[in-house]
C-alpha cells in the first residue's frame, strides 16, 4: 500500500506580525495586574465589591425566577391535562 503523504499547508507568521502583537498583548497584560493590584491594595475595594455584589443579587433573584417558572410549568400542565383529558387519551 503506497500512499503519498498528504500535504498539510503551512503558515508562517512573520516577525513582524510578533513585533507588532507583542506589545499590545503586554499593554492588556500589565494593566489587568495594574487593576488587580489596586483593587488588592485597598484603594479602591468599594469599585470590586458593588459588582460582586449586584451580581450576586442578580443570581439569587434568577435563581428565584427558575423555580417560579418550574412551578409554572407544573400547575400549567397539571391543569390543562385535567381539562384535556379526553384528547391526551390516557383516561
Known amino acids: ?3 503519498e503523504s498528504s500535504q ?3 503558515d508562517y507568521f512573520t516577525e513582524e506580525l510578533f513585533l507588532t ?8 497584560i500589565n494593566e489587568s495586574f495594574s487593576t488587580f493590584h489596586f483593587v488588592a491594595s485597598g484603594n479602591d475595594l468599594k469599585t470590586f ?3 460582586t455584589g449586584d451580581f450576586w443579587i442578580l443570581s439569587v433573584i434568577s435563581s428565584w425566577y427558575s423555580f417560579l417558572t418550574l412551578f409554572i410549568q407544573d400547575a400549567w ?3 390543562s391535562y385535567s381539562t384535556h383529558a379526553a384528547i391526551v387519551g390516557f383516561e
Open 21 to 28: 502583537v507583542a506589545p499590545a498583548v503586554k499593554y492588556q
Open 77 to 79: 400542565g397539571e391543569a
Open 8 to 10: 498539510f499547508s503551512r
Open 1 to 3: 500500500m503506497n500512499k
Open 49 to 51: 465589591i458593588m459588582p
